[in-house]
């Protein structure tokens, strides 16, 4: 069984910073691309950002210039730097990750964090 613990939200002003952590735990495990998803109250969840085992990353067009996401992969952690936040950027932040557990491919998902920007 893998878990992935996220921490790092909380409640900000506009224009603020936050970096939301995640790390993954278990045994027997390979970690392959990581992410960050969030959903707002009343939509559906959407892809922030991926990165890739090789450190390639992709983000979605509203936080590129504002995020960065970054992964340590000896500690199978995932961290989410964000800049500038926006009111628009309010949501729980969910950390993703494939993780592959005897040769079987699996998604895994966090319990969320909450992040909150005030305006």
């Known amino acids: 069984q893998v878990q992935l613990v996220e921490s790092g939200g909380g409640l900000v002003q506009a224009g603020g910073s936050l970096r939301l952590s995640c790390a993954a735990s278990g045994s027997n495990f390979i970690v392959n691309n990581m992410g960050w998803y969030r959903q707002a109250p009343g939509k559906q969840r959407e892809l922030v950002a991926v990165?890739?085992?090789?450190?390639?990353?992709t983000y979605r067009d509203s936080v590129k210039g504002r995020f960065t996401i970054s992964r340590d992969n000896a500690k199978n952690t995932v961290s989410l730097q964000m800049h500038s936040l926006k009111s628009e950027d309010t949501a729980t932040y969910y950390c993703?990750?494939?993780?592959?557990?005897?040769?079987?491919?699996?998604?895994?998902w966090g319990q969320g964090t909450l992040v909150t920007v005030s305006s």
């Open positions: 990165i890739t085992s090789g450190g390639s990353t």
């Open positions: 993703n990750a494939v993780i592959t557990i005897e040769t079987i491919p699996r998604l895994a």
